[in-house]
């Protein structure tokens, strides 16, 4: 199993990223794909999941209305659309296959003026 996470960097107040998370060594469609995210001195914490079929998301309270997580089962893709991005999202954002929990590497997010 083997996931990679892309796409953070470094944005300004109310802008906007999108993350992807390529798996590989697994047949992806079967099972269900989670974000988290760590900020510095914080706990790792859930952002959002979806179900293997895409049909079910679910979304922490502090992210609901900005973030949308998708997945492209043809292409072994997941991915966070965020948008209003404010300093309180900074973190390094993870992708995750909670069957057997298997993380990616990470990808850093900057939120700053």
């Known amino acids: 199993v083997q996931l990679v996470e892309s796409g953070g960097g470094l944005v300004q107040p109310g802008g906007s990223l999108r993350l992807s998370c390529a798996a590989s060594g697994f047949t992806f469609s079967r099972y269900a794909m989670s974000w988290y995210r760590q900020a510095p001195g914080k706990e790792r914490e859930l952002v959002a999941d979806?179900?293997?079929?895409?049909?079910?998301?679910n979304y922490a309270d502090s992210v609901k209305g900005r973030f949308t997580i998708s997945r492209d089962n043809a292409k072994n893709t997941v991915y966070l659309q965020m948008n209003s991005l404010k300093a309180e999202d900074t973190a390094v954002y993870y992708c995750?296959?909670?069957?057997?929990?298997?993380w990616g590497q990470g990808t850093q997010v900057t939120v700053s003026s």
């Open positions: 979806i179900g293997s079929t895409g049909s079910i998301t």
């Open positions: 995750r296959r909670q069957v057997g929990n298997f």
